[in-house]
């Protein structure tokens, strides 16, 4: 007989902080490729992705293979920052595939496993590397769940959980925030060269191209390379945050790469490790890698196991075969997200994000929310955005095949159909 869960032992035993399983209702017992099974054996079609941490989907072949290979020979498992076999490959093949190609020169650092860890050491980095205290960041940004990760990040909700002031942050609007018209960055370098405005200049500005948890918010490359060239001008170490839109999530492996641009500091994470296993860099211009040993630490920034699935990762990179389907298929997205607006007015919707990054907004309270809810009854697992998760968001995985992503975008067109159409009277004439 199949076991059972009883789900009153979340409630019942786990922390009111839990989030993604009032969400999902549902135990997930397996999971593969694009889809994921619950105890039931109810299928779901997954345009989540783990937050943007499965860009290759769930329990990839080869990097389970090569996974199980290593742990059953034995293999260092937990090692700090000592030298091991799979951090030595990891480090070569990343260089190699990476790095090179693109003409970047950075050097590595294993922060922590997270993307608070890795944007953490990047704050701390520019204020030693300047001299400074304040950080720019922008509205809508998501940064990270610890204390200067938040100092960074807009939404005022998780900025309250602190229970701190957030200090030594000055939040500028980001590309499109207030209208079309206005030149966000005018504002910007006005406070900068205005000795009254009470800005500092700061040791960085930190960004994300695209932005994720703020509701699909993609910078206009003529915007981002108009952010690099004040800092360039006024010595401000630019940070890019690509833990969420990184690795291929919005069509390039780093998604600032069309834009041109070369950031001093660039934090990746989630799907860094390919297999969901807890992995963040920080990459670092050689010149500002002025770490004293061991000044950023963190007890698992040894995980060989992600070193191992990372390494794997990587030969999805070895030619342009991932990229441009990725190019394809997103064009698919944004082809029938666009027509989902048009066809249903209902929603006032506005279609946001590149790549596989993808999203509709819509300005009625709740709408996205219900559509969401709609779509997991219906087997299509999707979150929402914004800060009043006014944007529901299409995460698929980078490799999902031609047949699941149509299933998915059936599935989307009638839960938003479902939500939006007046539903029937029933009467017991």
Aim: proline share 4%; with cysteine; hydrophobic share 40%.
């Amino acid at each position: 007989m199949t076991h059972k869960t009883d789900m009153n032992i979340f409630s019942q035993l786990e922390s009111e902080v839990r989030s993604y399983v009032r969400s999902f209702p549902t135990v997930f017992t397996k999971a593969k490729g694009h889809k994921m099974w619950d105890e039931s054996g109810k299928e779901y079609i997954d345009f989540f992705s783990g937050a943007g941490a499965l860009n290759y989907g769930h329990n990839d072949p080869l990097m389970k293979e090569k996974l199980v290979e290593y742990i059953l020979s034995d293999g260092i498992t937990h090692s700090l920052d000592m030298a091991t076999a799979p951090k030595a490959v990891f480090l070569e093949e990343f260089n190699n595939t990476i790095l090179k190609p693109r003409d970047m020169n950075y050097k590595v650092m294993f922060p922590g496993p997270t993307g608070a860890n890795t944007v953490e050491s990047a704050l701390k980095l520019a204020r030693k590397v300047t001299g400074r205290t304040d950080i720019i960041s922008f509205t809508n940004g998501f940064h990270g769940m610890t204390i200067g990760a938040l100092s960074v990040t807009g939404n005022s909700f998780k900025r309250k959980g602190a229970g701190i002031p957030l200090t030594n942050t000055v939040t500028m609007p980001f590309d499109n925030f207030v209208s079309d018209e206005l030149d966000t960055l005018e504002y910007l370098e006005r406070f900068l060269d205005d000795g009254g405005s009470g800005v500092a200049i700061p040791a960085a500005i930190i960004l994300e191209t695209v932005q994720g948890e703020g509701g699909i918010n993609a910078a206009r490359y003529e915007w981002l390379r108009k952010v690099e060239d004040i800092c360039r001008r006024w010595d401000i170490l630019l940070i890019v945050d690509d833990v969420q839109a990184g690795v291929g999530r919005t069509g390039t492996f780093f998604s600032f790469e069309k834009a041109g641009i070369k950031p001093d500091i660039i934090c990746l994470s989630k799907s860094i490790s390919g297999y969901g296993t807890p992995f963040a860099l920080t990459l670092i211009k050689p010149e500002y890698d002025i770490w004293a040993p061991g000044e950023h630490n963190g007890t698992f920034r040894g995980n060989n196991h992600a070193f191992v699935t990372a390494t794997a990762a990587l030969s999805y990179w070895k030619d342009g075969s991932l990229e441009q389907k990725i190019e394809r298929q997103s064009e698919r997205i944004f082809s029938f997200l666009n027509g989902l607006v048009e066809k249903y007015p209902e929603l006032e919707g506005e279609v946001r994000g590149r790549g596989f990054m993808a999203g509709i907004c819509s300005p009625k309270e709740g709408l996205a929310g219900e559509i969401a809810a709609e779509a997991f009854s219906r087997g299509l697992i999707m979150e929402t955005a914004g800060p009043s998760d006014e944007v529901f968001k299409l995460f698929p995985a980078l490799t999902i095949s031609d047949e699941g992503l149509e299933e998915g975008l059936r599935i989307l067109e009638a839960s938003i159909e479902s939500s939006v159409k007046p539903k029937e009277l029933v009467t017991n004439a």
